[in-house]
């Protein structure tokens, strides 16, 4: 109970910190367990495996959840060319660095599968936080998230049996494609019966758990990895609204042996020497930069404009806590060491703690300035008398329609290479730059602009030109809080509510729908 209650306290003072700093909790769980490592206060190896097992199985149930192949919708072949090119574009480059560094054959085999996966974790928080779910990239995203994990879960089974020969290989991976059917059949099968039951929350969380053990229990007969069939379990129940129920009855639970789990971690490791950490370091950096080159190249190539692809490599630019699960599994079964495991969790420290920095609109928009489209010529003429569109992407699609279809001329003020690409080649004038920066809005002509339209997600950059036309020229700018609402109110300008625009238009879909059923209604006989 001691040595609980040790874990128990390092992971309040964890995540004390990540709210102080407005950090992801678990790089500071990490080092916490690496620092305790070093204090010998928790030296039982067997109760640290043990919790780890227990809690891992239930983070990666949970993550599982977030990885339904229906919210990747559309976007499925990108997600799918992205997933295969990232993971096997950093696979290899960690094994050939870990060969380069005189790593064994099989360290250096788990190293580049660690590098391998993307953080389900940190990528879905960061995007539920800043509302960006179901934006395209971010449906990219998690169609990314799925695929790698998948591909971690079929390859680390087979990985593990290695040392049994080519038979325990075949034998553990049919194994696993024998969960992967069983997905299938808790979606189709299972979950439509218990939505059409109105069961309350105990007996919700009774059959949630129940689907749990049972994948566990079939993992256990088919000699597979217990992580795999809790991650599995997770996946079968991602579908809507069930995924909904499952977080609901599951969050406390999950949030306690998250906290458990990454508090005990680096109490596994061995302390790092020096030249581990320069190892880990030099890791980190190829994560941190090979991924979103891969990501832009390859997102781009099938269709994502500059800025979403831009963002989705940074989003996926760490490794992750299927990467802590890959060198514990090996550790476990006397694979690799403590050195190598120390490299993996330090690898996963660097890379977390660096993707919300990595991800800030100020780190993308400099990174976008750097992308080598060819910059347009600039305009011929400051226009005039026409309606100023601030921000070109899918939610100016719209306004740009409507106005191609009056006699108003728009003006299209982008920062994305890409978009002003696509949209110079129908017809539509534009400006690269900046909507916040004031030299691009007067070539846009703002002072002379009959209205001003901004639909860019964050209105703060707007400042100044609020103060300088909001007197002569009306400025609407889209805003999602009421704290934006009144900021923009403030300086002049007209703030339009998404979620009331979003009302409005179901409200006119609405009537004319029913206003159509009525009158079909009345032909009949």
């Known amino acids: 109970m001691t040595e609980l209650a040790i874990l128990l306290g390092l992971a309040a003072v964890g995540y004390g910190m990540a709210r102080w700093t407005q950090f992801p909790a678990i790089p500071f769980l990490l080092v916490g367990s690496l620092a305790l490592s070093a204090t010998g206060v928790v030296g039982d190896p067997e109760f640290v495996e043990e919790v780890l097992f227990l809690s891992v199985s239930v983070l990666l149930f949970v993550a599982g959840t977030d990885l339904s192949l229906e919210r990747v919708g559309p976007f499925k072949r990108s997600a799918f060319l992205i997933g295969v090119v990232q993971f096997v574009g950093l696979a290899s480059a960690g094994l050939g660095i870990a060969y380069a560094l005189d790593y064994g054959p099989t360290d250096a085999l788990y190293l580049g599968l660690a590098l391998a996966a993307s953080s389900t974790i940190v990528a879905v928080r960061l995007l539920q936080r800043r509302q960006q779910m179901f934006e395209p990239f971010g449906r990219t995203v998690l169609g990314v998230l799925l695929l790698q994990d998948v591909l971690v879960v079929l390859l680390l089974p087979a990985l593990i049996q290695l040392p049994e020969g080519s038979t325990a290989m075949l034998r553990s991976l049919g194994g696993t494609v024998l969960l992967l059917g069983g997905v299938g059949i808790v979606m189709r099968g299972v979950v439509p019966v218990l939505l059409a039951r109105d069961l309350d929350a105990e007996t919700q969380l009774l059959a949630v758990l129940g689907v749990l053990f049972g994948f566990m229990g079939i993992a256990s007969w088919l000699d597979v990895p217990l992580f795999a069939a809790a991650f599995l379990a997770g996946v079968s129940l991602s579908g809507f609204p069930f995924s909904g129920i499952v977080h ?64 989705s490599g940074l989003l996926l630019a760490q490794t992750s806590e299927f990467s802590l699960v890959v060198g514990l599994q090996a550790l476990v079964v006397g694979q690799i060491g403590g050195e190598v495991f120390s490299v993996i969790v330090l690898t996963t420290v660097f890379t977390m703690m660096a993707t919300p920095l990595l991800t800030s609109d100020a780190v993308v928009w400099e990174l976008v300035r750097w992308h080598p489209a060819r910059r347009p010529n600039p305009l011929p003429t400051v226009p005039s008398n026409h309606v100023l569109v601030l921000g070109g992407g899918e939610s100016a699609r719209p306004i740009l329609r409507l106005l191609r279809e009056s006699d108003y001329e728009a003006v299209v003020v982008d920062e994305d290479p890409a978009i002003v690409e696509r949209l110079r080649r129908q017809g539509v004038t534009c400006v690269r730059g900046d909507g916040g920066d004031l030299s691009v809005l007067l070539e846009a002509g703002a002072a002379q602009a009959r209205v001003i339209v901004s639909t860019l997600r964050n209105p703060s950059p707007l400042g100044t030109l609020l103060n300088y036309v909001s007197d002569t020229v009306p400025v609407l700018v889209r805003v999602f809080e009421d704290p934006e609402a009144e900021w923009v109110e403030a300086r002049g300008g007209t703030p339009v509510r998404f979620a009331d625009a979003a009302g409005e238009a179901f409200m006119v879909w609405f009537e004319e729908h029913r206003a159509a059923r009525s009158a079909a209604d009345h032909r009949q006989p």
């Open 248 to 311: 609901s009855e599951m969050q406390p639970l999950y949030d306690f042996f998250s906290a458990i789990f990454f508090a005990s971690l680096g109490v596994a490791a061995a302390q790092p020497a020096p030249d581990l950490i320069g190892h880990a370091v030099l890791f980190a950096g190829t994560v941190l930069v090979l991924t979103p080159l891969l990501v832009v190249v390859v997102g781009e190539w099938t269709g994502l404009v500059a800025r979403p692809a831009l963002e």
